[in-house]
């Protein structure tokens, strides 16, 4: 298909707001993922991409509910508003205590964060107790949870955040450069990036994969999970699950067995970490 035409698609399917801000490249991969499976589609459509067609609106339609299962699962409305004042705010405040505060702001506009905020403090300690003081941290699919480096109480530290979403991605390229003009200690890079396509990862002492495996198996098995975590090039990395569903009732069985499963077989250790609303398993590789 003509290149004019793939990103007449691809601006239609981010018309909508909670996929506005997704990176226009996996929009592309996943659109043509789909045009591959449906070659009759893409045939009809390499002659008439009218957006009032039935196959153009059925192309749509599809890779957006594609994209909502794989991605949206999380997602809590648009960040632009909440952004301004946050900056706004974060840039002329200096009292630490302060900032927190409005850094809980911008937290609460994810659905995780928001949903981890009242025990990222214990949750930290808890983590490092166990892995040690990391010198450098890898956060796939990372969200806005870099914002809460300020409880990590950590100083000497590099932290690489991997998304696919471009406006979290520079809210936190602008949040890393403060904390690098605040401390020479402190390196950060946030990148735009597929983390499952990627083969060269940054050796690192622990990685974050939060609320992330439903993302990445996508109902089909474990086998890219774990696929990913031995790849991993860390010493440690910690994987969450919610223990509430959507709705906000508790789960029957919250700790997922097939983590522990897994471990044992590929002889991982791990150590299992239960707060009201997420569990984490802490790895060792």
């Not at 794989?70 to 409305?77: F, K, P, S, T």
């Not at 952004?83 to 505060?101: A, C, G, I, V």
């Not at 590099?158 to 471009?166: E, G, I, K, R, T």
């Not at 198996?217 to 090039?233: A, C, F, M, N, S």
Request: some cysteine; glycine content about 4%; proline content about 3%.
């Amino acid at each position: 298909m003509k290149e004019e035409s793939l990103q007449k698609l691809i601006t239609a399917i981010r018309s909508k707001s909670e996929l506005s801000t997704l990176n226009e490249d996996f929009i592309k991969e996943h659109l043509t993922l789909f045009l591959k499976k449906e070659p009759k589609i893409a045939k009809i459509l390499e002659e008439n991409t009218h957006a009032k067609s039935a196959v153009y609106k059925e192309t749509v339609k599809c890779v957006r509910a594609k994209l909502r299962k794989v991605y949206g699962l999380y997602r809590r409305g648009k960040l632009s508003t909440a952004l301004d004042k946050f900056w706004k705010e974060l840039q002329t405040e200096k009292d630490n205590q302060k900032r927190k505060t409005i850094i809980k702001k911008l937290l609460e506009t994810h659905f995780s964060t928001r949903e981890r905020w009242p025990h990222y403090v214990l949750l930290y300690k808890q983590i490092f107790k166990i892995t040690g003081k990391p010198e450098v941290i890898l956060d796939l699919g990372c969200g806005l949870n870099p914002l809460s480096f300020s409880f990590m109480e950590l100083e000497d530290i590099s932290y690489y955040a991997y998304d696919l979403n471009q406006q979290e991605i520079d809210v936190i390229k602008e949040y890393f450069t403060l904390l690098q003009q605040e401390s020479h200690k402190f390196q950060g890079e946030a990148i735009i990036k597929d983390f499952l396509q990627e083969q060269n990862f940054p050796q690192a002492s622990v990685a974050f994969l939060f609320k992330m495996t439903d993302i990445i198996d996508q109902g089909k098995g474990h086998k890219r999970t774990e696929d990913l975590l031995i790849r991993l090039p860390v010493k440690y990395a910690v994987i969450s699950f919610p223990t509430l569903t959507m709705s906000g009732k508790p789960m029957n069985a919250p700790r997922r067995k097939w983590v522990e499963w897994m471990c044992q077989r590929v002889g991982y250790k791990y150590t299992v970490l239960e707060f009201n609303n997420e569990i984490f398993y802490v790895i060792k590789k």
